[in-house]
Every structure is written in structure tokens, then in C-alpha cells.
């Protein structure tokens, strides 16, 4: 998660060493043995809400690249990816996928709700090979962020 998912939150990360990690707030049922790509990204999900740092790194290759195009960031490894999610300010509950996979190629569709920021939702693109993640393309967005422009209000209703 990026600090420009919290509408210009910064990071703190100087405390985040001696912040304790926080126990999951939504009860999952148990993920299988990521041993398919569909598990591999079912499980990154559960770990990050689990705050289980290294086993969120476990799942990464080490030169994994993950693009934040919203936000036009590049995470260069596994490292930049998981530090950046664990130095996140707190607050947030990840809710379970919705997980699509073909090959090892999978999409992944997340809410994300953050105690004084709101909702986000996250439609991810990973690349799943060997079991590890080696790329992901993540686009995130709070719901209702884009508003329907006038010429189209007569086709559309709200969600």
C-alpha cells in the first residue's frame, strides 16, 4: 500500500520497528497450500492482512517488480515491495479476493477499508512462476474517486 492511498498520508516509518504487529481482523477460511498461482496470490492477501511480513517476502521472488501505475511508482524488488506495505500506516483490514486464474497468470480484485481514510479496492495482475511472485501490476482506487460526468447520466445508475 502507498502513502498516496491515504490521500497524502505520509509514512512513519521511524516507529514502525518498534510498533508490534497487529492480529488479523477478519476471520479467512485456511488458504491451501500455495501450490497453484491462485494460492500463491490467495495467500499474499491473507499474509498481508495477517501482517506476516516475512511470509508475505516468502511469496516474492527476490528481483520481483511490482508497478503501482495510478500512483506511477516502480517497487524494484522484494524487499521495496514489503517494506513499503509494512511501513503503511495502520488501521486497515484487507477483506478476502475475488482471485481469477489462467496459467500463471492471475487477477486478483481486494477491498481495502482503512479506519480514517475509507474504502480502496486493488485489481491486481500477477505473474505466478515456480511459486513465487515475480511481477505484479497493481491499480488502486477508492470507489466513487471518479465521478460519472453529466453526458452520461441518463445510461448509467449509481453502484
Do not use: C
Not at 50 to 56: F, H, I, K, Y
Amino acid at each position: 500500500m502507498t502513502s498516496g492511498k491515504l490521500n497524502g498520508m505520509t509514512d512513519n516509518t521511524s516507529d514502525t520497528a518498534f510498533r508490534p504487529a497487529a492480529p488479523p481482523l477478519t476471520a479467512w477460511p485456511a488458504a491451501p497450500a500455495p501450490d497453484t498461482p491462485s494460492a500463491v496470490v490467495t495467500a499474499l492477501w491473507a499474509r498481508m492482512q495477517a501482517r506476516d511480513w516475512s511470509g508475505v517476502a516468502a511469496l516474492l521472488a527476490p528481483d520481483a517488480v511490482v508497478d503501482w501505475p495510478v500512483s506511477g511508482e516502480r517497487l524494484p524488488d522484494r524487499d521495496a515491495y514489503v517494506a513499503v506495505n509494512a511501513a503503511y500506516p495502520e488501521g486497515w483490514t484487507v477483506h478476502e479476493p475475488h482471485v481469477i486464474a489462467q496459467g500463471s497468470t492471475v487477477v486478483s480484485e481486494v477491498r481495502v477499508d482503512h479506519e480514517e481514510v475509507g474504502t480502496h479496492v486493488a485489481v491486481s495482475f500477477w505473474t505466478v512462476e515456480n511459486g513465487l511472485i515475480t511481477s505484479g501490476r497493481e491499480y488502486w482506487t477508492m470507489p466513487g474517486s471518479d465521478p460519472s460526468p453529466p453526458w452520461r447520466a441518463h445510461h448509467v445508475r449509481p453502484l
